[in-house]
């Protein structure tokens, strides 16, 4: 079995998800040469990943251009295959005064997408292959059913304002991403990994960590040309928008 790819960072993985992206990555037969575990306080009490550890203030542009230029480094010339957006904050907002100030609370992630994007066409301008997967390029944003507009009246734990509201954005850039990238050999997606049991997900999630990172492990070594700009839960489902 191939690695799913030579080089892949994962952002917000000091825990959850992100960390055990990390863990599984780093634990498969044929492992990525570099995994660059990045979040803000990697040696603080949640910086749970060992080296190289990252840190990276995804609502701070210097912090992120510092990252750039850590992983270029690191690097020695070759690109970024593959870049995991996980980080992003949960809320259970209403609609009150002050939610449509925090709508956009993760939009930080395109900030990352744009000061990457010249290590990633790099590593697709590189690659010794054709078409479009998670081995030559791409960009993967861990998104939310919450935020479909097609399933909201069926999903309504809680209102979720910010948070639905930026995860359905997510999922729009995303799809602009894949039809502008594509040419240039990168691929977009959005994946949903499921209600999880972590600090967001909390106890009362029905499925571990372990087993939705296996599920978009799984699905993201399956990516292709045919689907760059979809929306896919962990099992590999498409999800409307």
């Known amino acids: 079995m191939a690695a799913l790819a030579r080089s892949v960072l994962v952002t917000g993985s000091n825990r959850g998800i992100g960390l055990e992206l990390v863990r599984q990555l780093a634990a498969s037969p044929q492992p990525p040469q570099h995994i660059f575990a990045t979040c803000r306080d990697p040696?603080?009490?949640?910086?749970?990943?060992?080296s190289p550890k990252i840190p990276v203030n995804t609502v701070d542009l210097p912090s992120i251009r510092r990252a750039v230029q850590v992983v270029e480094s690191c690097l020695e010339g070759q690109g970024l295959n593959l870049l995991i957006?996980?980080?992003?904050?949960?809320?259970?907002?209403?609609?009150?005064?002050?939610?449509?100030?925090?709508?956009?609370?993760?939009?930080?992630?395109?900030?990352?997408?744009?000061?990457f994007l010249p290590l990633l066409e790099k590593a697709a301008k590189g690659a010794q292959k054709t078409g479009?997967?998670?081995?030559?390029?791409?960009i993967v944003n861990v998104s939310s059913k919450v935020g479909s507009i097609g399933l909201c009246l069926g999903v309504l734990e809680a209102p979720m304002y910010p948070y639905r509201a930026s995860k359905?954005?997510?999922?729009?850039?995303?799809?602009?991403?894949?039809?502008?990238?594509?040419?240039?050999?990168?691929?977009?997606?959005?994946i949903h990994?499921?209600?999880?049991?972590?600090?967001?997900?909390?106890?009362?999630?029905?499925?571990?960590?372990?087993?939705s990172v296996q599920g978009i492990l799984a699905v993201l070594g399956s990516l292709s040309q045919e689907t760059s700009g979809a929306f896919l839960d962990w099992e590999g489902n498409s999800l409307p928008w």
């Open 43 to 50: 040696d603080g009490p949640r910086g749970k990943v060992t």
């Open 85 to 115: 957006n996980n980080a992003g904050i949960g809320s259970h907002a209403t609609l009150q005064p002050e939610t449509l100030k925090r709508v956009c609370i993760n939009r930080a992630w395109v900030s990352l997408c744009q000061e």
């Open 132 to 138: 479009l997967s998670c081995s030559r390029a791409a």
């Open 168 to 190: 359905a954005a997510q999922n729009m850039v995303t799809r602009c991403l894949a039809a502008e990238l594509r040419d240039k050999g990168i691929l977009c997606t959005a």
């Open 193 to 211: 990994p499921g209600w999880v049991k972590t600090d967001m997900g909390t106890e009362q999630a029905p499925m571990t960590v372990e087993r």
